[in-house]
């Protein structure tokens, strides 16, 4: 059965923001937004890589006085300008995206039978906790739009969604590995022409990284505004 187009309101600039920093990224909340997120694999962007990622996230911070190595760096950079927080987000963002359409790694998820309990697993709680929009499962990384409702936390939703389908692909590969990177990217989308943008986005990523049919799962939403 078809889903009900999924009620979208934009980022509110004078409403109530909550940021929160786990790893290198800050993550900002606004209750009733809908986010962009990223997850990855554990092994799906190889250590230089990762390193040139630190490098250019080092530099910036560097610019503006910041010593990530420091202890406190997360409260040097939280006094920052919003704009520049954000800018920062979208760097590290942008870098790590590049990274993934290059589909480092095993890239397990090529194969759609570890594919599909993602996808079930992003359709199971629509409508009692989050409303999932537009997602796609490439080889080694998930993108979705995805809104909390219900007084559920994304954080929460994600942990959820990534514990299952760790478990279910693991057993089915009879492995116990670390699965999923712990931190994901996750992205507030700010109005109608950004919903629009990742979407558009979220569509295009498999021909970008050149999957042929059956190598991917891509599924597609409705969308209402708000007045």
């Not at 610019?63 to 997360?74: L, V």
């Not at 409508?127 to 007084?151: C, K, Q, W, Y």
């Not at 996750?186 to 109005?191: P, Q």
Request: overall charge neutral; glycine content about 6%.
């Amino acid at each position: 059965m078809a889903k009900a187009p999924i009620q979208f309101r934009g980022f509110d600039e004078s409403g109530q923001v909550r940021i929160y920093s786990h790893g290198i990224l800050p993550h900002w909340r606004q209750t009733g937004c809908m986010y962009f997120v990223t997850f990855r694999l554990d092994d799906s962007i190889p250590a230089p890589v990762l390193q040139e990622i630190e490098y250019e996230r080092k530099l910036w911070l560097k610019a503006r006085g910041i010593d990530s190595d420091e202890r406190n760096w997360k409260r040097c950079f939280a006094k920052l300008t919003r704009n520049d927080r954000r800018v920062y987000e979208q760097l590290v963002g942008r870098l790590i995206n590049k990274s993934l359409d290059e589909c480092h790694g095993a890239c397990v998820l090529r194969n759609s039978a570890f594919g599909n309990p993602i996808a079930v697993a992003l359709g199971h709680f629509h409508e009692s906790r989050v409303l999932t929009g537009d997602f796609v499962v490439m080889p080694n990384h998930v993108h979705a739009l995805l809104t909390p409702i219900n007084g559920y936390e994304l954080e929460h939703i994600l942990h959820s969604i990534k514990s299952y389908t760790a478990n279910i692909i693991n057993q089915m590969r009879k492995s116990d590995g670390t699965f999923w990177q712990r931190e994901s990217y996750d992205h507030i989308v700010r109005d109608a022409e950004q919903l629009v943008a990742f979407q558009q986005y979220i569509a295009a990523n498999p021909a970008k990284a050149n999957l042929n049919d059956g190598e991917y799962i891509v599924s597609s939403a409705e969308y209402k505004m708000d007045p």
